[in-house]
């Protein structure tokens, strides 16, 4: 299996995990798994939120907006850091769109490892630019 392969079963088993875990709501997970953008990135829950790792492996990133479930069926984006809030969303399609509007730049399907190996790998095709 080459690395694209390997990436793409990887993100595709992980956005199977957050379907199947039941902890966040479902127009939620399948509006964000409808946006290509965000459906390249490794989906991973905690806390009640929805998260985007742009690695496969833990520890994964923390550079790209969340998405929180409010009571009242309305949504929260926060992020990347947890100090960080974009606001409120009043739909999930909302909440999506705040989240794709705020992805860091240049971002691609999810890397294959864990965020150290990552940040090393975008230094290293920095260096040969």
């Not at 990135?41 to 790792?53: C, I, R």
């Not at 929260?76 to 909440?95: F, K």
């Not at 999506?96 to 705020?102: G, L």
């Amino acid at each position: 299996m080459n690395t694209a392969e390997s990436a793409d079963a990887l993100i595709e088993a992980g956005w199977r995990e957050v379907r199947e875990d039941g902890r966040l709501r479902p127009e939620l997970v399948e509006a964000a798994y409808a946006e290509p953008r965000l459906q390249q990135l490794f989906p991973w829950t905690g806390m009640g939120e929805l998260h985007f790792s742009r690695c496969t492996e833990i520890p994964f990133t923390w550079d790209v907006p969340y998405i929180e479930p409010v009571v009242g069926g309305t949504y929260r984006v926060s992020g990347p850091s947890r100090s960080e809030t974009v606001g409120p969303a009043a739909t999930a399609h909302e909440a999506v769109a705040m989240v794709v509007d705020r992805l860091p730049p240049g971002t691609g399907p999810a890397f294959v490892g864990n965020r150290h190996e990552f940040v090393a790998s975008q230094a290293k095709h920095d260096i040969r630019e």
